[in-house]
């Protein structure tokens, strides 16, 4: 039976799922260092992650039998996706799922933030009353600024906007603004006319080490800063340093340059134990609701794949769906090169052989095609040999119709 491995505990949900297009599902609670996940996955045709596991090209080169891959969470900066599509490997995330917990985690940190409610959370703790409005402020009235209008952006800036607050936004690509939000032509400009900042980018290379000394001190003095995007785009000892001399009012981060791969480890940051901070270890999407509805969209988007070769919402692979008819006897699933010609060459395989195609579909992204072609003939097996022989080939999959 093959295998499907599934590392740092996703959501049981996607279990049932796999095993019901014949995968017998194996759990790692923990991320695994290269090695490690290389023996890990021997024999393992799918594969999913959570942040924590890294898989690189090496992982990849040394599996050849892998399929795909799953991460469960929003980012997929954690897989090497040119080294996926090089070896035909299809990769697939969550983009949706939870982005509703995030921003409902952002609303909480902007309201505690602004009512300085660690400050006086602590101090109860340690036994002294501090009953006093010194620094607390509604959020009614004040402008929020959002660095990167996407599907967690639009939506914090639907329910800021429901509070009270005013919207600014910068993105890089063109978004629609939502409500009465105000897209700003800059960063900058974000930054100067906000009393609250909050990055939300995606986990580009191009996105490391965006916030930094500079764009601190374009913000307003006293202003609140949150970071529920990715570690490598802070410069936290810049942040520490606008914490202290007071230019940052207070800041909430939920994601650190350099984190523990497993519960319980030990976790180092300057900016601990500094006053009006809110750290919390990467759970800007780890709800219930939230990590049910990833192993559902996940899950389901793996299993479809081994089911059908259809490659809708993958990251890497030119997204193809295609149904079948009912003379569709065999699909093939073709992963290649994207060099001129492929199609012809592919075709004249099928028609030198006698194979009768059914239906047929080919995308290309980069330098990766895509192409599914349905047959209602035998398949020759001289056929699999002229396709498996060509230089631009990459994967090639077989899947027989089941017939009810």
């Given at each position: 039976m093959s295998k499907a491995l599934l590392l740092e505990n996703p959501h049981v949900e996607a279990d049932p799922l796999l095993e019901a297009v014949g995968l017998d599902v194996h759990r790692h609670p923990g991320a695994l260092?290269?090695?490690?996940?290389?023996?890990?996955?021997?024999?393992?045709?799918?594969?999913?992650?959570?942040?924590?596991?890294?898989?690189?090209?090496?992982?990849?080169?040394?599996?050849?039998?892998?399929?795909?891959?799953?991460?469960?969470?929003?980012?997929?900066?954690?897989?090497?996706?040119?080294?996926?599509?090089?070896?035909?490997?299809?990769?697939?995330?969550?983009?949706?799922?939870?982005t509703r917990s995030v921003v409902e985690l952002a609303i909480g940190e902007i309201i505690a933030l602004m009512r300085r409610l660690t400050e006086r959370d602590r101090a109860l703790h340690f036994g002294v009353w501090e009953k006093s409005a010194s620094g607390a402020h509604e959020v009614r009235g004040l402008t929020l600024g959002i660095i990167g209008y996407g599907n967690i952006g639009t939506q914090l800036s639907v329910v800021a906007e429901a509070l009270g607050m005013r919207v600014l936004f910068f993105d890089t690509a063109e978004r629609l603004a939502l409500g009465n939000a105000k897209r700003c032509r800059s960063m900058s400009e974000v930054l100067r006319n906000s009393d609250i900042v909050s990055l939300h980018v995606d986990g580009k290379a191009r996105n490391a080490g965006l916030f930094g000394a500079r764009e601190f001190a374009q913000m307003r003095r006293g202003s609140i800063f949150l970071n529920l995007s990715r570690g490598f785009v802070v410069d936290t000892a810049a942040l520490r340093a606008n914490i202290i001399d007071g230019h940052i009012a207070g800041a909430a981060v939920d994601v650190f340059p350099d984190e523990p791969r497993r519960n319980g480890d030990a976790f180092e940051s300057e900016l601990r134990g500094l006053p009006n901070v809110i750290l919390t270890p990467h759970i800007g999407g780890s709800t219930q609701e939230a990590q049910e509805s990833i192993a559902q969209f996940v899950g389901n988007k793996l299993a479809t794949y081994v089911r059908t070769a259809s490659t809708d919402m993958s990251v890497n692979l030119p997204r193809l769906t295609l149904d079948p008819s009912e003379n569709t006897r065999f699909r093939l699933a073709y992963v290649h090169r994207n060099t001129p010609g492929v199609l012809a060459l592919v075709n004249q395989a099928f028609a030198e052989h006698g194979a009768n195609i059914e239906g047929q579909i080919l995308g290309t992204a980069g330098e990766t095609g895509y192409m599914i072609t349905d047959l209602s003939s035998q398949l020759p097996d001289e056929v699999l040999e002229a396709l498996r022989g060509m230089d631009d080939t990459i994967r090639l999959r077989v899947l027989e119709r089941q017939r009810r």
């Open positions: 260092e290269e090695d490690d996940l290389i023996d890990a996955l021997r024999g393992v045709r799918v594969l999913g992650i959570r942040s924590a596991t890294t898989v690189t090209s090496r992982v990849i080169a040394a599996n050849p039998q892998l399929e795909a891959i799953g991460a469960f969470c929003i980012g997929t900066n954690q897989v090497d996706l040119r080294a996926a599509s090089r070896h035909g490997v299809a990769v697939f995330n969550a983009p949706f799922s939870n």
